[in-house]
């Protein structure tokens, strides 16, 4: 039986029929052309063997498209992430209360006086924050020294604020600079983009600092009352007075 079978395939030529040579030729260049048609179009799938990665399920961020290899999206709505929860929030962000679109301009600055208060000890780590603060943002329109000779104010550039030193910002209770450094006044923009609520506080520290420098609190200046000899009093805010305008710089 064997013996047979070997001879069979031993001794087999395929016959030369002309018609049969084209027909297969013809069939296999057709395969060839429709075969990777068919999985260009999608029709054949090949099995993730090789390309599991393009194959897998998944989810575009913040897209709406299908997503899967049937055609599905990957949350029945459509849309491939979860909306948030309504009123959520990103973290270290806080709502600020005083909203002038809520309270009117005078209202929300009157309530912010009244209501906020610096959580920042003066501690000399928290006023040398507000001294990069207040010299990065602040002192291009108020000037080092508050006196709104910023480097950025002057003819053809930024209007000059007021001073800082003047009776009505001095009057000001420290909720309410730090409304203004939130929200804007006028022509100052808000600064709470670029500064956390902390920062914000640390800068009011600073205008203080500028203020009681050029108008100090009895107590301020060694030797100028009792007072000075209070711990805690001189310590932290020890700094030199801001001299009066060309009387002591060359
Ligand atoms: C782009 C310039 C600019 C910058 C920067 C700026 N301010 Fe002002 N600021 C102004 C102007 C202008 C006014 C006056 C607004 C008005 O007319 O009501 C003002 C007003 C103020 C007032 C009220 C003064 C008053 O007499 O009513 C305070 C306090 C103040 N700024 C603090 C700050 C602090 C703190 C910073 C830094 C975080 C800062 N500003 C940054 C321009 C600026």
């Not at 003047?166 to 670029?194: C, L």
Request: charged share 15%; aromatic share 10%; proline share 10%.
């Amino acid at each position: 039986m064997r013996g047979r079978l070997a001879e069979y395939v031993r001794s087999f030529r395929l016959p030369f029929v002309p018609w049969l040579w084209k027909a297969h030729l013809y069939a296999i260049a057709g395969l060839a052309l429709f075969i990777p048609m068919q999985i260009y179009l999608g029709n054949i799938r090949i099995p993730p063997l090789i390309n599991g990665m393009a194959w897998q399920p998944k989810a575009k961020a913040q897209s709406t498209a299908p997503v899967n290899s049937e055609g599905q999206p990957f949350f029945s709505d459509g849309v491939t992430q979860r909306r948030p929860v309504p009123g959520t929030i990103p973290r270290e962000y806080s709502v600020y209360p005083y909203q002038v679109a809520v309270y009117g301009v005078d209202e929300a600055r009157n309530l912010a006086g009244q209501n906020l208060f610096n959580p920042l000890s003066p501690t000399i780590e928290n006023l040398r924050m507000g001294e990069r603060v207040f010299d990065t943002y602040c002192q291009p329109c108020h000037g080092y020294k508050g006196l709104a000779d910023g480097s950025a104010v002057g003819p053809g550039r930024l209007a000059a604020p007021n001073s800082l030193h003047s009776d009505i910002a001095r009057g000001y209770k420290d909720g309410h600079i730090f409304h203004i450094v939130t929200v804007g006044q006028n022509k100052m923009p808000s600064y709470a983009w670029p500064l956390n609520a902390l920062q914000r506080w640390a800068a009011v520290h600073h205008v203080r600092v500028l203020q009681r420098a050029v108008n100090p609190l009895p107590g301020d200046l060694p030797g100028t009352s009792a007072l000075s000899t209070q711990a805690g009093t001189t310590e932290s805010l020890s700094i030199a007075p801001v001299p009066e305008e060309g009387t002591s710089e060359p």
